[in-house]
Protein backbone atom coordinates (compact mmCIF):
# COMPACT_ATOMS: atom_id res chain seq x y z
CA UNK A 1 0.00 0.00 0.00
CA UNK A 2 0.98 3.92 -0.35
CA UNK A 3 0.13 6.22 1.71
CA UNK A 4 -0.40 10.22 0.32
CA UNK A 5 0.74 13.11 3.40
CA UNK A 6 -0.53 16.46 1.84
CA UNK A 7 0.58 19.63 3.42
CA UNK A 8 -0.28 23.35 2.59
CA UNK A 9 -3.30 24.03 2.35
CA UNK A 10 -5.67 26.79 4.09
CA UNK A 11 -6.80 30.44 3.68
CA UNK A 12 -4.95 32.26 0.83
CA UNK A 13 -5.72 35.63 0.14
CA UNK A 14 -6.31 36.48 -3.70
CA UNK A 15 -3.31 37.50 -5.40
CA UNK A 16 -0.88 35.80 -3.29
CA UNK A 17 0.65 32.65 -3.46
CA UNK A 18 -0.05 28.62 -2.65
CA UNK A 19 2.21 25.75 -2.40
CA UNK A 20 0.81 22.61 -1.67
CA UNK A 21 3.12 19.20 -0.97
CA UNK A 22 2.48 15.53 -1.09
CA UNK A 23 4.52 13.05 -0.21
CA UNK A 24 3.87 9.29 -1.13
CA UNK A 25 5.50 6.54 1.25
CA UNK A 26 5.08 2.60 1.94
CA UNK A 27 5.45 -0.26 -0.53
CA UNK A 28 6.68 1.77 -3.76
CA UNK A 29 8.11 0.17 -6.75
CA UNK A 30 7.99 2.80 -9.15
CA UNK A 31 6.18 5.87 -9.44
CA UNK A 32 4.93 7.07 -12.62
CA UNK A 33 2.68 10.34 -12.14
CA UNK A 34 1.95 12.62 -9.35
CA UNK A 35 -0.65 15.44 -9.78
CA UNK A 36 -2.97 17.69 -8.03
CA UNK A 37 -6.62 17.57 -8.58
CA UNK A 38 -9.27 19.57 -7.02
CA UNK A 39 -12.95 19.61 -6.19
CA UNK A 40 -15.07 22.41 -5.29
CA UNK A 41 -18.65 21.99 -3.86
CA UNK A 42 -20.95 20.87 -6.47
CA UNK A 43 -18.27 20.36 -9.13
CA UNK A 44 -16.80 17.45 -10.56
CA UNK A 45 -12.41 16.49 -9.46
CA UNK A 46 -10.75 18.01 -12.20
CA UNK A 47 -6.99 18.34 -12.89
CA UNK A 48 -4.80 21.22 -11.86
CA UNK A 49 -1.43 20.00 -12.92
CA UNK A 50 0.17 16.78 -12.65
CA UNK A 51 3.84 15.67 -13.86
CA UNK A 52 4.61 12.30 -15.34
CA UNK A 53 8.02 10.13 -15.17
CA UNK A 54 10.31 11.72 -17.40
CA UNK A 55 9.24 15.01 -16.23
CA UNK A 56 6.43 15.84 -18.86
CA UNK A 57 3.94 18.49 -17.11
CA UNK A 58 0.23 18.97 -17.50
CA UNK A 59 -1.56 21.96 -16.46
CA UNK A 60 -5.01 23.28 -16.76
CA UNK A 61 -5.86 25.86 -19.01
CA UNK A 62 -6.77 27.99 -15.80
CA UNK A 63 -3.86 27.75 -13.78
CA UNK A 64 -1.10 28.00 -16.72
CA UNK A 65 1.65 30.22 -16.57
CA UNK A 66 0.87 31.07 -13.02
CA UNK A 67 1.51 27.33 -11.48
CA UNK A 68 4.24 25.17 -11.36
CA UNK A 69 4.63 21.77 -10.27
CA UNK A 70 7.71 20.27 -9.30
CA UNK A 71 9.26 16.99 -7.69
CA UNK A 72 12.13 16.19 -5.17
CA UNK A 73 15.11 14.47 -5.95
CA UNK A 74 13.44 11.42 -4.40
CA UNK A 75 11.30 11.53 -6.87
CA UNK A 76 8.10 10.66 -3.49
CA UNK A 77 7.22 14.12 -2.73
CA UNK A 78 5.06 16.60 -5.85
CA UNK A 79 5.02 20.24 -4.83
CA UNK A 80 2.48 22.77 -6.56
CA UNK A 81 2.83 26.30 -6.62
CA UNK A 82 0.32 28.13 -7.56
CA UNK A 83 0.36 32.18 -7.62
CA UNK A 84 -2.31 34.79 -7.84
CA UNK A 85 -4.68 32.05 -6.86
CA UNK A 86 -8.71 33.46 -7.40
CA UNK A 87 -11.42 32.86 -5.00
CA UNK A 88 -13.28 30.84 -7.43
CA UNK A 89 -10.22 28.50 -6.97
CA UNK A 90 -11.30 27.56 -3.27
CA UNK A 91 -11.43 24.02 -3.24
CA UNK A 92 -10.37 20.79 -1.46
CA UNK A 93 -7.26 19.35 -3.21
CA UNK A 94 -6.33 16.06 -3.84
CA UNK A 95 -2.97 14.89 -4.45
CA UNK A 96 -3.27 11.37 -6.54
CA UNK A 97 -0.24 9.41 -7.67
CA UNK A 98 0.04 6.25 -10.13
CA UNK A 99 2.70 3.72 -8.57
CA UNK A 100 3.68 0.08 -8.94
CA UNK A 101 4.63 -1.67 -5.36
CA UNK A 102 7.57 -3.84 -5.25
CA UNK A 103 5.55 -7.33 -4.88
CA UNK A 104 3.15 -6.00 -8.05
CA UNK A 105 5.82 -4.19 -10.24
CA UNK A 106 3.77 -5.55 -13.32
CA UNK A 107 0.44 -3.56 -11.96
CA UNK A 108 0.01 0.23 -11.45
CA UNK A 109 -2.46 1.22 -8.93
CA UNK A 110 -4.06 5.06 -8.52
CA UNK A 111 -4.11 6.65 -5.24
CA UNK A 112 -5.56 9.25 -3.42
CA UNK A 113 -4.53 11.72 -0.67
CA UNK A 114 -7.66 12.66 2.11
CA UNK A 115 -7.33 16.30 -0.04
CA UNK A 116 -6.39 19.24 2.14
CA UNK A 117 -8.82 22.28 2.08
CA UNK A 118 -7.56 25.72 0.25
CA UNK A 119 -9.93 28.36 0.59
CA UNK A 120 -8.97 31.69 -1.66
CA UNK A 121 -10.71 34.96 0.45
CA UNK A 122 -9.63 38.29 1.81
Known amino acids: QVQLVESGGGLVQPGGSLRLSCTAS????????MGWYRQAPGNQRELVAR???????DYADSVKGRSTISTDNAGNTVHLQMNSPKPEETAVYYC????????????????WGQGTQVTVSS
Open 96 to 111: KVRARSPQSPGVESRY
Open 26 to 33: GSIFSISA
Open 51 to 57: MLSGGYT
